[in-house]
């Protein structure tokens, strides 16, 4: 696949500069804050590069193309070449110039130091071009050098445009890209339009918001400018970005007669990531109102109800859509009588392709020296296929054991009586404690009423008016059964795999911006957090010196002002007492 090539000679290191492996690739980056880069997104980047492979070999299968990658156990693949004359097509190994004709063309539209896009021309095969595009000269000229540095100029360019603008001069469809990448330092919103329409038929758009503020619900105003849904917040707000980028997403593609279908979504770290493909038809873009959802939430327990926004029913050959009728709540919360929010308008499908998912899985796990992250990607993958992908949002036994002041049963246990209720459930890779299941919250209650009674609260210490005593008010309508079954625990968690691991090291998560003027990066961001943080780490123990102790609030005064001060509110008090009794 034009990878074997005879390397240029390595390009000398410029002063200041280091070099930063990762994967396959060398990158050259300055110490200088120049050009954005962090070590933090190496999961984001393994993740992509698995999936792009994957994506690869499904669209290749069809064009009689097979892709081998180093390492990988050889695999069986089965024909996709349904539509064509010969039912049996043989796959082979592509030429390289048969790969300028047959291969994927990838667009990175903010690229920084190019590193993404230089993974993508070692370890990606398949590719006919990369191209590594930054508004910055600067990171431009790095992203030429990164990849002459790696022998990959023949296949990387880099160009220094406006993401946006790039995007839009492709809309061709000739000229299209089969993957465009977007993961830029915020929020993706701006470049959405543009990029639902580069993307080719079937293509595959790779999104990143790192903007979990806006998205998990602090301000849900600036949500709905950006993303055209308002979020809110909840425990489930992690799985809820997703679907608003997923509404988002499909939304602006329906104006130009496309769809989209979700592979993968996952929320990660301090970001969230989604792999949609884009497709074109104007009698399925018809069914896009009734996969959004609004989100009815109770700001007393947390119950949840969506709403759709559209219906549609099958009239034989035809589909019949209508108004949605609703809502599906009253004016108070059935359980505890609280209001409700309304959130949204959110993406009520499924957010993942489990047969699309359990490859990339196979892959991973069969080629595990692969990728530096490889046993976290299978310990997330392995939880995104045991989810049940048409139950949207989750809950979390924690906040529904707060809700009523009580002990917090163990997660097999709840689990266990979910099942024995006849109700399928579920974990979630969004969230550690979570809870997807199809019970109504009606169900849910009755099992937390049933754990109370055997784990009893203090009645006389709820406030009459709070949640906690109008749910425990009430009798359960079922009778639960806590005995732990064998099918509650899931076989990620049997096996021990790497779900929600530790930051491995200090100030792990987002970096700062990089800044045009350059300029040391280690040391202000050391110096800003020592002084905005921790500031009584070293706590004073003895009594004798909390008087040399600074204290904001009140300004040390003399004597003389004090005595001034005393007087003064003497003579203002007695007044108040002369004009009483006038």
């Known amino acids: 696949t034009g990878r074997d090539k005879e390397a240029t000679p390595p390009v000398g290191l410029l002063p200041g500069e280091t070099v930063v492996k990762e994967g396959r690739a060398s990158i050259l980056f300055p110490n200088a804050n120049e050009v954005f880069y962090n070590p933090v997104q190496e999961f984001n980047r393994d993740l992509t590069c698995a999936v792009i492979t994957e994506f690869a070999r499904d669209l290749l299968a069809q064009r009689g193309v097979k892709v081998v990658v180093p390492g990988e156990k050889e695999r069986v693949v089965v024909s996709l070449a349904e539509e064509m004359n010969d039912a049996d097509i043989l796959l082979r190994t592509c030429a390289d110039s048969e790969i300028q004709t047959l291969g994927l063309r990838v667009l990175e539209g903010l690229a920084a130091s190019g590193l993404r896009s230089v993974r993508f021309a070692l370890e990606v095969p398949g590719l006919q071009s990369v191209t590594a595009n930054d508004f910055s000269a600067k990171a431009a000229a790095l992203i030429a050098r990164n990849a002459q540095y790696n022998g990959v100029e023949h296949l990387l360019q880099a160009s220094c445009r406006d993401a946006s603008m790039l995007m839009y001069e492709k809309r061709g469809k000739k000229e299209r890209y089969d993957v465009i990448d977007l993961d830029p330092y915020g929020s993706p919103s701006s470049f959405l339009d543009a990029a639902v329409q580069a993307v080719s038929e079937g293509g595959l758009l790779c999104v990143t918001c790192t903007d979990m503020a806006v998205m998990a619900g602090n301000s849900g105003e600036t949500c709905y400018s950006k993303y055209g ?336 001060k005393k007087k003064k509110s003497f003579i203002q008090s007695n007044y108040e007492v002369e004009s009483t009794k006038l």
């Open 229 to 564: 849904s308002v979020s809110i917040k909840a425990k489930y707000c992690h799985e809820m970005a997703l679907r608003i980028i997923l509404h988002s997403l499909d939304q602006r593609a329906a104006v130009y007669q496309r769809y989209i279908q979700p592979l993968l979504s996952v929320s990660v770290d301090f970001y969230i990531r989604v792999f949609v493909r884009v497709f074109t038809g104007q009698a399925t873009v018809k069914n896009s109102a009734s996969k959004q959802a609004l989100v009815y939430n109770c700001v007393g327990c947390g119950s949840f109800h969506l709403q759709r926004m559209g219906r549609r029913t099958s009239n034989g050959k035809h589909m019949k859509y209508s108004a949605a009728t609703g809502p599906p709540v009253g004016p108070e919360c059935d359980q505890c009588g609280q209001r409700h929010q309304l959130g949204g308008p959110i993406w009520a499908e499924p957010i993942h392709n489990l047969a699309f998912v359990q490859r990339v899985l196979s892959a991973v796990s069969g080629n595990p020296s692969r990728f530096g992250t490889s046993k976290r990607i299978e310990g997330m993958l392995s939880m995104v296929t045991e989810e049940l992908e048409d139950v949207p949002l989750y809950y979390t036994v924690d906040s529904l054991s707060s809700t009523i002041h009580c002990n917090t049963p163990p997660l097999l246990q709840f689990r266990s009586a979910l099942l024995h209720a006849g109700h399928r459930v579920s974990l979630s890779h969004a969230c550690k404690n979570a809870i997807k299941t199809d019970a109504s919250p009606s169900v849910l209650w009755d099992i937390m009423r049933c754990w109370e009674k055997t784990n009893p609260v203090k009645r006389e210490k709820l406030s009459q008016t709070s949640p906690a005593f109008k749910i425990l008010s009430t009798e359960p309508g079922l009778e639960a059964c806590f005995t732990v079954r064998e099918d509650a625990n899931p076989q990620s968690r049997k096996r021990h795999l790497t779900r929600f691991q530790e930051n491995p090291q200090a100030f792990w998560g987002p970096k700062a911006r990089a800044k045009s003027s350059g300029g040391s990066i280690s040391m202000d961001l050391q110096d800003k957090r020592k002084k905005c943080q921790n500031k009584r780490k070293n706590q004073i123990t003895d009594s004798s010196q909390l008087k040399n102790f600074p204290c904001k609030r009140f300004k040390q005064v003399s004597s003389a002002a004090i005595k001034k």
